[in-house]
């Protein structure tokens, strides 16, 4: 690896591409780090203080094309990268509104594309492929109601305004663009195309400041998958996955928080087989199974995708069953486990539907499984049984009905499982019921009245668990 002090002009100049690769996360930075942003630069243009140290760009060169560019994948630093960009882009709109066209040029041909090239060679950075038509039509000044709600077109609307109310007077815009391509330094660290880049990735973000656990799971996956067939998957199955989980989000009014979701997604995938994993160790986790698994001849990593990919959709199910779940009883069952917070079981549904999904198990045998699992949770809040032990109880339960020896029956085995557990596990008996509070029955029963829509408390009480 080389490292080297740099100006954005001799970063940009010359006929270059960078490239933000597939396992990069969409454009991120907000309004508090594009304010510290501008205020740094309009500190350096009121006092003309020394250059302004702005961080590192780690980059790899790889092979360049045919047509003459000089590319490189960005491997850490695409979101100040991304931001000057959009910065040079404000600037050049900027000037050809107050008709300093000359100069507007010249920012658009040295530092945003390469003017003889075309399709993507054509700018200079290439975004990921979620904010690549966005930041498009940024370099081309198209104003596009379309890309309103993308984070790097707010980025530069932010900027515009920015410069619009700084109005330069008559010669200083020259002098901002000046300290903008000189007086930023950044540390240009470039590592050589036989370098590992994700190894490179990982020693930069393993930290967890800036990627989520979901973040960095995808940067490994689609860094182990063949260069040639990225692209395709990316589109073809985790852009409509993430999509899917910003949809929610958005429903849900946290739209911020989809990666989230998405990480919780991937921890009850990997406690379903029994394994008590911290959610801070999505990633690791997943990358060990997926290095191990590498060890067989037979490993595809496309299959253990498409794996992920389903239940993280069962998940969806589970947790938005009115926006996810296509079949209403299903969606009936799901939302009432939901309005009684009975979470832990999504564990062991996670593996039920897939059984679903791949029929061995009727949506009859699926329906009265739930209703199992609902009495159960219900008659153990009557008699005040602890919470505390759901999580380690659905983590094993899958596992636990398969053993019984009518393995292919899960209806019964569950059935069977539940009635034969002692202690604080066990499934509270009718005289246990019977000998509960009253007032705890009359409260319980309140609420219960509230989140079931009408369910009787006969269905949900008195289940006998008959094997």
Not at 330 to 355: A, G
Not at 443 to 453: N, P, Q, S, T
Request: proline share 2%; charged share 30%; aromatic share 12%.
């Amino acid at each position: 690896m080389k490292a080297s002090e740099t100006s954005l002009r001799n970063l940009l100049e010359g006929t270059k591409q960078f490239q933000i690769p597939l396992f990069q996360r969409p454009y991120s930075w907000d309004k508090q780090k594009w304010e510290t942003l501008w205020e740094d630069l309009m500190s350096l243009y009121d006092k003309e203080q020394e250059p302004h140290f702005l961080g590192s760009i780690v980059t790899q060169s790889i092979p360049g094309t045919a047509e003459g560019i000089s590319p490189y994948v960005v491997i850490d630093g695409q979101q100040r990268l991304t931001t000057l960009a959009i910065i040079i882009a404000a600037l050049r709109n900027y000037l050809q509104e107050k008709n300093h066209t000359e100069l507007a040029e010249e920012l658009y041909e040295y530092y945003l594309i390469n003017k003889f090239k075309k399709d993507d060679d054509y700018y200079k950075i290439l975004p990921t492929q979620d904010d690549r038509e966005a930041y498009k039509s940024i370099i081309k000044n198209q104003n596009s109601r379309e890309f309103d709600n993308k984070t790097i077109y707010k980025a530069y609307q932010y900027f515009k305004e920015r410069l619009k109310k700084k109005n330069f007077a008559e010669g200083e815009h020259k002098l901002f663009k000046n300290l903008l391509l000189e007086r930023l330094i950044l540390v240009n660290i470039t590592s050589d195309s036989e370098e590992n880049p994700y190894l490179i990735f990982e020693s930069l973000n393993t930290k967890g400041q800036e990627l989520t656990q979901a973040d960095l799971v995808r940067n490994y996956v689609f860094m182990k998958l063949p260069s040639e067939q990225r692209e395709d998957i990316y589109k073809q199955k985790w852009q409509p996955l993430e999509a899917s989980f910003k949809r929610l989000a958005i429903e849900e009014k946290k739209e911020e928080k989809y990666a989230e979701l998405l990480t919780e997604s991937f921890w009850l995938y990997l406690r379903k087989d029994g394994e008590s994993i911290s959610k801070k160790e999505v990633y690791k986790e997943i990358k060990q199974r997926l290095d191990k698994n590498a060890e067989n001849n037979s490993f595809n990593i496309k299959d253990q995708l498409d794996e992920l990919i389903n239940f993280a959709e069962y998940y969806q199910c589970l947790v938005f069953p009115k926006e996810s779940e296509n079949k209403d009883e299903l969606k009936d069952r799901f939302s009432r486990l939901n309005r009684l917070d009975f979470t832990t079981c999504r564990i062991f549904l996670l593996n039920i539907y897939r059984d679903f999904q791949d029929k061995h198990l009727s949506i009859q045998d699926f329906l009265e499984i739930v209703d199992c699992l609902e009495s159960y949770f219900v008659r153990r809040s009557f008699v005040n049984k602890s919470t505390k032990i759901l999580g380690k109880i659905f983590e094993n339960l899958y596992e636990d009905i398969k053993k019984q020896s009518n393995s292919n029956n899960t209806l019964f085995n569950l059935k069977k499982v539940l009635r034969d557990y002692q202690g604080e596990k066990s499934w509270p008996s009718d005289d246990e019921f019977r000998g509960s509070s009253r007032l705890c029955v009359i409260i319980f029963a309140y609420e219960i009245v509230k989140c079931l829509l009408g369910k009787t408390f006969r269905t949900i009480l008195l289940n006998k668990l008959s094997v």
